[in-house]
């Protein structure tokens, strides 16, 4: 009897065993790109029902943008327009289409579809995040004629174009007019089309979008796959295991986990420029602020001047990261003086705890004060929270009892709204995106009908709020290029030096990488996703790693 | 019924408590207009006590809301994922019987020896053991140092393997030690002592006699634990990027997309009552004692 049960069990484990060896992985297919990302978003094929970034992801390898970026340098360049022209009133922009482009019907893209992707992006069924500012900003749209279309503005609007690119927003995708006439929303969303450089296969909720690209040349670039597969992990050391493995080529990974993708062989790519890590003070205007250590400059100043960046960089984000611009402001912003705030930066943010004490002492806080903190972290960046309590450890060492309340983003976002209850007085972390324009995030966060409307409201605008107001006006009203760079440089002035919202590092996207799976690539300056570079990823054997 | 009405009213309120789902869709610059007209576009923008209406009248008729994130009915999106989470939890279930019956029966059989506390020491590895890290370390083993098998996702049959270890582990533990206890309780038996005594050799006593009368609880056991995998794998599914109900369960809390939650617990409430239902059913053929009116 023992015996018997004795053998029994060791037979079920060799069994066992053996059809786990018998099993192993599939063959890798070296023809797919493969890239395993923590979102999808909505993973809807309709660029009108999605609202953040992880349009970039799967939206982008199959519609173009009606402008585009400068690949080499960040920013904005050449799309489906290959020009454009702001009118000399500044109330107009014409754009001059690329010709010979063709949707993956064989279809020419024309005017008239640029057309009816704007007015279809700003339609009240849209919850395209731009949708809103779309409708606010344009007044008309003309077609010229088959590669010609004119955009009228309401009011002058000196980066409109840059507003239709993905550098920017999603508001410029370009979507075929003709074919979705025929097919209506529903067939259009199952088997969607564009002019991009792939073309849509299959998409499966939850787990995965497939694509395989054109066999004709595209002004993105040819892909050299033969097909792409997005696939939805969000687990991160799964992703890792993936890539690792071969069974993706290429993961997102957050920076703590940088040591363990170079320890496996994988190569790691990071995209400059994709946001800054910032704290700012609420409501310091409010009569509940009133009597606050943090209305005294000196205080705020004391603050920034406490913390040790480079530790921060060098240890919490493993060196992948930057040294920071003035708040919203990147090494490829436009409008503004880079060579001059990047030595700004070095000077003002530097790390002098012996001058912050003095000035909390000359402020009259020599023993400290008690400082509400709000640590949160925006989607996308998780590491946020091990920044923030950086801060407050830094913080803490110059004589600041920190209370900090780590807050999940969801429960603190509706607090930033309205009449801002409980936040007068307080500090939070927060985040600004890559962008090339400053001034759109200013008129969120420093004007006083801007949501956040750091410096005053409009029942409520004390001198500091109304030179904001001014300064953002300046900015946005000047057609002349040299005067609006010059207007520009006084606003990131003003806000640089109140030290209301002060950034802390400029972080990076990080990506694991096979190189077995693919070869060495460039990504764009401030563009994490990687829907607008899969058509440039060579082979490993086309270009391999060093 | 009343069940599942309270069910509604309860995660109705306690989704909403959450915050507010536009607050993650917009982007961080986004203006108090920009967040009026995406409540209007989602039909956040309805008082509370109408959107209750609306949700309870739609659920009668079998409607249970649109996914603001996924932008279509929460149901089809419920039953899109259901049978990849259907697919795994059989096996997950079959393999924690094959393990969990051998080694309770043995340890019920071999009482006191070194067998019985290794399996004490399994069933309380199981339970302690946090799925999560289960599944990271399956992975580092036979995918990334074996090679054996794949890290993760749905895919061919060696996909499966993983996934379903690492949820049927846990079951493992609790099935063994009920098994156990069931056959001790049954091995004392005058029947199994009269099937002794009449010369009935001792693996028919026990796989015949023993087991069929000791699984009467283990068979509750595995409805209750049908019902959990079906609607808690919400770990694994995560761990092994598995598209089904419990990730979908995890992705509507994150995004707080309120339909789509508020779908999921009640369809999976109903599941819950079936399972329960079908197990009862099933008292009446494994034990001739129970007989329904």
Known sequence: MRSRLTLTLAGLATLILLVGVSLRATAQDKDTLIIA??????????????????????????????????????????????????????????????????????????????KFSLERTMSPESIASGAAALRRAIDRIEVVDDHTVRVYTKGVIPHFAASLSRAVFMEGTVMPKKYFEKVGEKGFREKPIGSGPWKFVRNVPGDRIEYEAIDYPHWRGMPQFKRLTLLLVPEQSTRLAMVRTGEASIASIGPEAIKEARAGGMRIVTVPGTMQAVYQFWGLYKPEAKGSPLTDIRVREALSLAIDRQQIIDHVMAKHAQWPMPFATFRYSIDMDSARWDDWAKTALRYDPARAKQLLAEAGHAGGFRLTFFNTALPGTPFMIQIGEAVAGFWEKIGIKVDMKTTEWGAFDPMTRGEQKGLAGTASMYRTAGRPEPAPRYITTFTSKGTQHLFGDPQDCPALCQEGDKAYEAVVGERDDAKRTAATNRMIDQVAKSWVAVPIIEGMGIWAVNPKRVGQFKPIPGRHEFGDVAERMPRPEQRPWP | MLLLVILALIVFALARVTGNPADLLLREDATQEDRAHLLKALGLDRPTHEQLLVFLGGALRGDLGQSIRYRKPAVEVFFERLPNTLTLVPLALFGAVVMAIPLGMSAAVYRGTLLDRAANAVAVLGIATPSFWLGIVL??????????????????????????????????????????????????????????????????????????????????????????????????????????????????????????????????????????????????YLDPRVRYA
């Open chain 1, 37 to 114: 990302l923590d979102t999808l978003g909505a993973q809807v094929m309709d660029p009108i029902a999605d609202t953040r970034a992880p349009h970039a992801h799967y939206h982008a390898p199959l519609w173009d943008s009606l402008v585009g970026f400068d690949l080499e340098k960040g920013g904005i360049g050449p799309g489906v327009a290959e020009r454009w022209e702001r009118a000399a009133d500044g109330r107009s922009w014409t754009f001059y289409l690329r010709k010979g482009q063709r949707f993956h019907n064989g279809d020419p893209v024309t005017a008239q579809d640029v």
């Open chain 2, 139 to 284: 992975i580092y083993v036979f995918s990334i140092t074996l090679g054996w098998l794949p890290s993760a996702r749905m895919g061919s049959p060696a996909h499966y393997v993983l996934p379903a270890i690492t949820l049927g582990a846990f079951l493992v533990a609790g099935m063994t030690r009920l098994v156990r206890s069931s056959v001790l309780e049954v091995l004392d038996s005058e029947f199994v002592k009269l099937a002794r005594l009449k010369g009935v050799s001792e693996v028919t006593v026990l796989w015949k006699h023993c087991l069929r009368n000791a699984m009467i609880p283990v068979v509750t056991l595995f409805g209750v634990f049908f019902a959990l995998l079906v609607t808690g794998a919400i770990v694994t599914e995560t761990v092994f990027a598995w598209p089904g109900v419990g990730r979908l369960t995890y992705e509507a809390v994150i995004f707080r997309d309120y339909p789509l939650l508020q779908a999921i617990i009640l369809l999976k409430a109903v599941i819950v009552l079936g399972v329960n239902l079908a197990v009862d059913i099933l008292y009446a």
